[in-house]
């Protein structure tokens, strides 16, 4: 679709859960938008992932500790770890500044900036999707963390402890309790811990999908092509888009193109690394099983979310970048964790996915304007917790591009940070 952009839009490049949120509430503050993309809006990363509005998930990744496990989980194909090591040489300066943000004193502020983002979650997507058809994909729900004993547990005590911190709440559950919550539960697990009030969407593409239409039936333009480029006049600032489908005249651009942001991010001044925790999906179509809740299989780091018609199973991380095709194992682990632990399920058909999580050296993401040009703004790097905070980061983009809030403070996610947590 070609859109007919006005030199007064606003151009919005990258339309998923980031970009989406930012062109409506852009357009709801009164300016005339047009979104960009190369392919469907809410098609990358933002349509297979785990659906889970993760207020909880304030802790990062690399935590104390971590380079001591790394090398056991690389070598090991049943862990939830993977790396195409032929990209390993490209991504040491990104995994030196990754692992060296992994001290507790780092964590910490890692986690303030995270709980800032993620704390109102439901209520940012409540407000977003309010009148559309959106909103009848949002559900409130526990989250289930599934252990295979009390050990296990404890074991991940230092990030039980930080989401207390935090002020999130929740509940163990003996092997009994469990049984009681779920019947589908009933021996799956030793132990596991019950989390309160977590939101869900029932099925993220489709979310973003009616929020896109939502944004157009409003007015919103879009444009379906991939940009090359942001052109400068002598005075900084942009004069067109240089895509696959034209140039565009511009005068104000947002660049929310998650994990492909990062030649562009860097011709903006951006210095912090940014590359893919590449992540994936097994979905069993038509299952006899639905869960009562999403349970996080807590061993082998991925979700288990009943969506609407199929189970999702989605999670893990693959460091590797953008380019390099899916590898088998990272299936094969979720095929074999799910077939040992529901040897009961039975279903039509399986699909599977990779997707490409943007993950910046300090595990935040970037909501600045450009500390290169003029009229040109940032909103990517969302890592694991991207469909939880699109929202709310789009808010923020809006108010920051039409000066509206001074009040807040986003220094922790500046353009300019180097990505060594300091
Ligand atoms: C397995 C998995 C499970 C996950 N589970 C959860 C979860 O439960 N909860 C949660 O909060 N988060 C989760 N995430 C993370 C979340 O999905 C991401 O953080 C989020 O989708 C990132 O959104 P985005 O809009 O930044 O990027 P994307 O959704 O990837 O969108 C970027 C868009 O930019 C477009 N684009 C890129 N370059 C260009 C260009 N040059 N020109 C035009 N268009 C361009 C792309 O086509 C794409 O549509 C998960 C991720 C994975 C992989």
Known sequence: MRALTDTSDILVIGAGIVGVSTAIWLQRSGASVTLIDRDEPGSATSYGNAGILASASVVPVPTPGILKKVPGMLLNPNKALFLKWSQLPRLLPFFYKY????????????????????????????????????????????????????????????????????????????????????KN??????????????????????????????????????LKAEVKDILFDDFRNPVSLNTNNGDIPCNRAVLTSGAWSAGLARKLGAKIPL?????????????????????????????????????????????????????????????????????????????????????TTDSLPVIDISPNYNNVWLGYGHQHIGLSAGPKTGKILSEIILSKNSNRDLSRFSASRDGLVK
């Open 275 to 359: 590359t893919s925790e590449r992540g994936y999906h097994v979905e069993y179509h038509s299952p006899n099983i639905k869960f009562k809740a999403p349970v996080v299989i807590s061993d082998s780091k991925f979700i288990i979310h009943s969506m609407q018609g199929r189970l999702r199973c989605a999670g893990l991380v693959e460091f590797g970048g953008t380019s390099q095709p899916e590898s088998s194992h990272p299936f094969k682990l979720i095929e074999k964790k799910i077939e040992t632990l529901f040897p009961e399920l039975k279903y039509e058909r399986k699909t599977y996915w990779m997707g490409h999580r943007p993950s």
């Open 185 to 222: 539960l009933k021996n799956k697990f030793g132990f596991a811990v019950k989390c309160m009030n977590h939101g869900t969407i029932s099925d993220p593409g489709v979310y973003i999908s009616e929020l896109f239409k939502s944004f157009i039936n409003k007015g919103g333009k879009f």
């Open 99 to 182: 692992l060296l943000n992994s001290n507790s004193d780092s964590v910490f502020k890692i986690s303030n900036a995270l709980s800032y983002i993620l704390y109102d979650t439901v209520e940012q997507h409540l407000e977003i999707s309010k009148g559309t058809n959106a909103e009848n994909y949002i559900t409130t729900n526990d989250l289930i963390f599934g252990y295979s004993d009390k050990i296990a547990f404890e074991n991940d005590r230092y990030s039980w402890d930080l989401k207390r911190k935090h002020g999130h709440k929740f509940s163990s559950l003996s092997r009994d309790d469990l049984a009681k919550y779920d």
